[in-house]
């Protein structure tokens, strides 16, 4: 069975960078058949895909064009994680962030999902 | 980005009622399409992907049709267990993009 797992601070300051990590149990990151990605949800915008990690004989990674100069997916194969970065923030980054897994590839299928990370970006 | 919408926003159903809920994509997405179940304090959870494929472990009352653009979540017999928020999302390309969701509360 597999589970994602989130941390990260649940308060930003404006300006600062975003970071949260899901760690990942029941399968790898580095497999060939997934993919990795991260979602927000918040009021305003509602369910926001924000991109994804892949690994197909070498890592890849795709952004959402509205975060896409701000954000940095990583990964870590020793751990089982993969990581957000959002820079520069701001109130309007205020979301739950989620991580969760595209279980046929890059079909956009996307189950399971983390817990749920609330980010709070105020000073 | 393709732009999804769902309707009704909310609709209040007895235990045991047929529930039917449409989404639209603003453009074609062939069978391109998931439903999530979401329920207060947590995670979105897989219903259905590719129109009508029903994920593991979701009862048979749920069921998905469509194709294109218009497509259809639809519980037969409602369950207490089923009041929750139920989204669409189109998969047929990056950025994934959601419906604005549809309560279902208690009559």
């Known amino acids: 069975q597999v589970q994602l797992q989130q941390s990260g601070p649940g308060l930003v300051k404006p300006s600062q960078t975003l970071s949260l990590t899901c760690t990942i149990s029941g399968d790898s990151v580095s497999s060939n058949d997934v993919s990795w990605n991260w979602i927000r949800q918040s009021p305003s915008r509602g369910l926001e895909w924000l991109g994804r990690?892949?690994?197909?004989?070498?890592?890849?990674?795709h952004y959402a064009l509205s975060v896409e100069s701000r954000m940095t997916i990583s990964q870590d194969t020793s751990k089982n994680q993969f990581s957000l970065q959002l820079n520069s923030v701001t109130p309007e980054d205020t979301a739950v962030y989620y991580c969760?897994?595209?279980?046929?590839?890059?079909?956009?299928?996307?189950?399971?999902w983390g817990q749920g990370t609330l980010v709070t970006v105020s000073s | 980005d393709i732009q999804m919408t769902q309707s009704p926003s909310s609709l209040s159903a007895s235990v045991g009622d047929r529930v039917t809920i449409t989404c639209r994509a603003s453009q074609s997405i062939g069978s391109y399409l998931n439903w999530y179940q979401q329920k207060p304090g947590r995670a979105p959870k897989l219903l259905i992907y590719a129109t009508s494929n029903l994920q593991s472990g979701v009862p048979s009352r749920f069921s998905g049709s469509g194709f294109r653009t218009d497509f259809t979540l639809t519980i037969t017999s409602l369950q207490p267990e089923d009041f929750a928020i139920y989204f669409c999302q189109q998969s047929h390309n990056t950025p994934f993009t959601y419906g604005p969701g549809t309560k279902v509360d208690v009559k």
């Open positions: 969760a897994r595209d279980w046929q590839g890059l079909l956009g299928v996307l189950d399971p």
């Open positions: 990690t892949y690994y197909r004989s070498k890592w890849i990674h």
